[in-house]
């Protein structure tokens, strides 16, 4: 019932629209139109012309003439419009979950994540279970890992399941924990570690440790899932997102999305990134799937994992953490199995996109990569996923072989205290080198790790120009020769987040051939000032030429002029 | 690799026929055209028009005018047109492993059985199993089962692991019995039997305990199930089937079939009944899918198995067998669970198609289909599959409640010796009754259980008016007060078929604004006897008004007349 409710509010958004039928000829004219050509050279333009398969058919200047014959005329208002921006590493429905379940990734202290946790479970007493995510210790300045005890004062008669905002550990209540059967006997499993403190579980379990709890928790029906899905598309969308890789695509997943696209309710672009080689076998089989639902959805690659991440001490480094002596965190794959695994996936023709935090772990990858590239000449484009911290011997490397580096700006504002206790000043010299690696050659995709982070792509714009936080911290920036430009951040969001995903020529440029994915909003990143731009406000979104999205104030502004009309 | 040359092959077929381009308006002319109308009431034409859209236009007779502008005309050089059979009961990729896989169903004897499991295996030495299907102990004339001796003999050296012919008992050597850890202290599970002699193992497994062997097996890789599905493909169309029931699709099987579908190879229609609830969810989540690929494709069921087979002396009786006292078969489901499953897939819009042979087993079914009709009392097409033993008593209740009964002709020839063995010949009053469940207003559709039985459509339909069997046994037809008309025949394979899985008005008839799918043979099935039925020639097969297949006859003089052409 609650999935049909969804599917009416979808529908019901395009009745919103009355100036763009489906199979129309149109144009949007009346824009302040900015947008990337293959070679990053920017292009202005004032309208644009959409042909009847949604796709860009010319970008007109003032001057150029008008054709004759448009089925619709859609008024710009005078908005910037940019193509459509792409997150280039996302968890769609992560995202959608995230939605649908207690976020504490606002709260600031433990004491409000109590109090909230407190709450939500009062306003959902049908929940058997409380889920949620967001939480960060480094971020409320506990300077400790929360308890079970922190929580059974907030939630005592219910399990409690709560996960870090990077998904890297989680945090369960005692009820949880007697269901899962955790006690003092308990041994960490491979690749992830039981917090302990005078040898009794402490409530947090990091990496692969979550799945002792995690399994216990309801696994989510096929409905649920696609409200998540829906959820997920209407936030993206609003964020004017209109394509986002998918890392770690579980067949699960894929089906909600299959579903979304055979019912005609698909409307962004999913690149997915199996979780693992059993998802992508299951989900892909043989080869990767065409493009489907006029390149709305494919299975493409596969997203492995080399290690954990930062804040809980699982990015595999090559020294121990400076605030942990003797540990070098978690690596999951050994060098065998990391190579095993990437020509499993080469050989039948996915991409490989590896997760890679600290800097033992990219150096790792890196050398795969060089040796594989002997094996698969072709083009490859060789992914690596977060390339946090980077042993400055290994930058040089990231320009060969095609090798993407898909990096997420605004995780460098949020680590970059966190970065600093767990390595070290010293040892920063390579993190979240984006201009280093621009320098060296290498392929920039931006993205933002959604729900880790926000998918606002604005901030993310915002944070790769200037390396200051949204309270403009640290003033001129952390590390600021690793800032890029306006031109180079954009390309990160558009065309590079494109090209990692063999998504270029069909998105991520207006340019003729190109799917007219677009939006509106009211500041030119090319000339807005950072804080302008991180209150950028998307009023429409359209996706293959069709409108998807509109703002509120949009919506309004729309309904008094068809007033008007009457 | 291989895949690749089969789509290749699979794109070759196209390219036979000069006639008849994609997107075009187009005459099929100078046949002997026979459909039947919703009403069963026999239409004859001589001519069909077939639209962009691959649909029927028309149906024309000799004096009917042509329309002006056509983009092919073929000459159907007097065949006869029916529309493309359907098999309403089959196992696609049964079918397709059979093709791959050792087909023992020929066999007449245990030696000849062994004879071919020895030149198999010499054939195939890089087979680290030997796997098949086919044997029946019954056609043999063996009066007991085969044992793991009988196969040491002829294979020692690998293991071996032979399904029964009707998929309800597996054969395995000693090694592969070794392997599973079958010892003469293995207990059977429920639902299922290990066969014992002596207190040991003898190397047949009965329904649920084949798993036992069955799951150390090597499961088929993706790219094994492409070409087992083309295989398929070809077969069914090369037969003349142009649509098909797949009773049980695993999700594997699905995520086939959309391969299928989405690299536009999918050339029969496959109307999907999900293997049990947990497939249903995985594979279409909430509810049925859509019609996909054109109606290619729909996962609109699930399928349910409530006993076993009456030659493994698993079908659930009310007495017991005839030849085994005491004994009266498997209930693989308590009457509440039958109820729950049932409930739990009509509850998401999901029809149910339930295997029942035995009388107490339809018995069972019938009355749970009377319980939900209460409440859900739309059209829901409740079927029963097989419907092979029915007490008279409960006859009556098939013409209820929109009840199908999906029956496999050729079922009733091939057991009906050992049926009389199983129950002796007064228990069979209501047994393969055709024509009674017919008049008790009961909706017939038919089908071949394929792989079980060949899915020739033409013996089933000669077995369906007759009640012979292919050397004419008995004369005059077993039962012969419960064959069907010739009209009641094509019914089953056509028109029934198509409303059993809510397929009318998309295929089954040729009638305007259905799809033209079709096939041309060399005999009436309205005038020809059984005899000349039984060795009918499908030259051609149409589906969505394009060609499929064409006999390696047809394309001979295809080629010439090509040739003449030029």
Redesign the interface.
């Known amino acids: 019932m609650r999935?049909r409710f969804l599917l009416g509010t979808l529908c019901a958004l395009s009745a919103f629209f009355v100036t763009a039928p489906a199979n129309a000829d149109g144009l949007v004219e009346n824009v302040n139109g900015i947008t990337l050509d293959a070679d990053g050279k920017v292009i202005r333009f004032n309208a644009i012309l959409i042909g009847k398969d949604g796709k860009v058919t010319e970008l007109l200047t003032k001057k150029d003439k008008l054709p004759p014959k448009l089925d619709f005329r859609h008024d710009g208002k005078g908005a910037t419009m940019l193509p459509g921006l792409i997150d280039a590493h996302g968890h769609v429905m992560g995202l959608g979950f995230q939605l649908l379940t207690l976020d504490l990734s606002g709260t600031n202290s433990l004491a409000e994540a109590q109090a909230a946790i407190r709450e939500y479970a009062a306003k959902n007493p049908d929940r058997r279970w409380i889920i949620g995510r967001g939480w960060n210790q480094e971020k409320w300045g506990l300077g400790r890992f929360p308890t079970a005890a922190d929580l059974d004062v907030a939630v005592g008669d219910r399990p409690v399941w709560l996960e870090r905002v990077d998904g890297h550990a989680g945090w369960a209540n005692s009820f949880a924990m007697e269901i899962a059967g955790v006690t003092a006997a308990s041994k960490s499993p491979p690749g992830g570690r039981i917090e302990m403190a005078g040898g009794k579980p402490t409530g947090i379990f990091v990496d692969a440790a979550s799945e002792l709890v995690g399994k216990f928790v309801p696994v989510p029906?096929?409905?649920e899932?696609?409200i998540a899905l829906g959820e997920a598309q209407k936030k993206l969308l609003s964020q004017g997102i209109t394509a986002i890789a998918d890392m770690g695509t579980s067949?699960?997943d894929w089906?909600?999305y299959?579903?979304a696209g055979?019912?005609g309710w698909l409307s962004i672009r999913i690149f997915g990134y199996a979780g693992g080689i059993e998802n992508m076998?299951?989900?892909a089989?043989?080869r990767p799937?065409?493009w489907?639902y006029d390149d709305k959805l494919r299975l493409g690659g596969v997203k492995l994992y080399l290690d954990g991440a930062l804040g809980s001490r699982g990015a595999w480094l090559k020294k121990p953490y400076a605030d942990a002596p003797g540990q070098t965190g978690l690596q999951f794959l050994a060098s065998a199995e990391i190579r095993n695994l990437m020509v499993r996936a080469s050989m039948d023709g996915f991409q490989t996109a590896i997760h890679a935090i600290g800097d033992a772990a990219n150096a790792e990858v890196i050398g795969a990569i060089e040796e594989l590239s002997e094996t698969y000449k072709d083009d490859r484009r060789w992914r690596i996923e977060h390339v946090q911290i980077v042993d400055p011997i290994d930058l040089q490397k990231l320009g060969k072989h095609g090798i993407i580096s898909s990096m997420q700006p605004v995780h460098q504002t949020s680590d970059r205290i966190m970065a600093e206790a767990r390595l070290g000043r010293e040892r920063l010299k390579g993190a979240y080198a984006w201009q280093s690696i621009a320098k060296a050659g290498g392929n920039l995709a931006f993205g933002s790790d959604v729900p880790v982070e926000s998918a606002d792509p604005f901030a993310g714009l915002a944070t790769a120009m200037t390396r200051e936080d949204a309270a403009g911290q640290p003033f001129g920036g952390w590390r600021p020769e690793e800032r890029v430009s306006r031109e180079q951040a954009l390309a990160g969001f558009t065309t590079g987040a494109a090209f990692a995903a063999f998504a270029e020529g069909k998105v991520g440029s207006l340019t003729p051939g190109h799917h007219a994915d677009f939006i509106l909003i009211n500041v030119d990143p090319l000339l807005a000032s950072p804080a302008e731009l991180r209150k950028a406000v998307v009023s429409e979104t359209w996706v293959g030429g069709r409108p998807a999205y509109q703002s509120s104030a949009a919506t309004a502004a729309q309904n008094i002029k068809d007033g008007e009309r009457r």
Do not use: N, Y
């Open positions: 999935t029906k096929p409905a899932r696609d067949l699960e089906q909600s299959r579903r055979d019912g076998v299951a989900i089989g043989p799937t065409p489907l």
